[in-house]
């Protein structure tokens, strides 16, 4: 079972074991074209409230906080290499990365 959530211009995906996160359709509109991503490390501990990742863009550039504590499990290797590809149409194929060992009434909180 999956649950989806929105945060300050990230949505997070809830599947079975791991917190996909990535841009919301609104958030990429008032970005524009993304040019340049800074991601954590995988393996690197978050922490809610505190910088997560930072993108710039056309129009702007945004850091972006992390909604949730967590561990990052993994990155979107695609966006790392070309972080224009951040600019489609599903926002749910604009995953960045995600987060595990989440405590889920954290979550359920957002």
């Given at each position: 079972?999956?649950?989806?959530?929105?945060n300050?211009?990230?949505?997070?995906?809830?599947?079975?074991?791991?917190?996909?996160?990535?841009?919301?359709?609104?958030?990429?509109?008032?970005?524009?074209?993304?040019?340049?991503?800074?991601?954590?490390?995988?393996?690197?501990?978050?922490?809610?409230?505190?910088?997560?990742?930072?993108?710039?863009?056309?129009?702007?550039?945004?850091?972006?906080?992390?909604?949730?504590?967590?561990?990052?499990?993994?990155?979107?290797?695609?966006?790392?290499?070309?972080?224009?590809?951040?600019?489609?149409?599903?926002?749910?194929?604009?995953?960045?990365?995600?987060?595990?060992e989440?405590?889920?009434?954290?979550?359920?909180?957002?």
């Amino acid at each position: 079972m999956s649950y989806l959530k929105k945060n300050d211009g990230l949505w997070i995906l809830h599947n079975d074991k791991d917190y996909c996160m990535g841009l919301t359709a609104e958030m990429a509109e008032t970005l524009g074209e993304v040019t340049f991503i800074s991601l954590p490390k995988i393996g690197q501990t978050v922490k809610s409230g505190e910088p997560l990742l930072e993108i710039e863009a056309e129009k702007a550039v945004q850091e972006f906080k992390s909604p949730l504590n967590g561990v990052v499990a993994s990155i979107n290797e695609k966006v790392a290499a070309d972080p224009a590809a951040l600019n489609v149409e599903e926002e749910l194929d604009a995953w960045i990365l995600s987060l595990r060992e989440i405590d889920e009434t954290e979550f359920e909180n957002l």
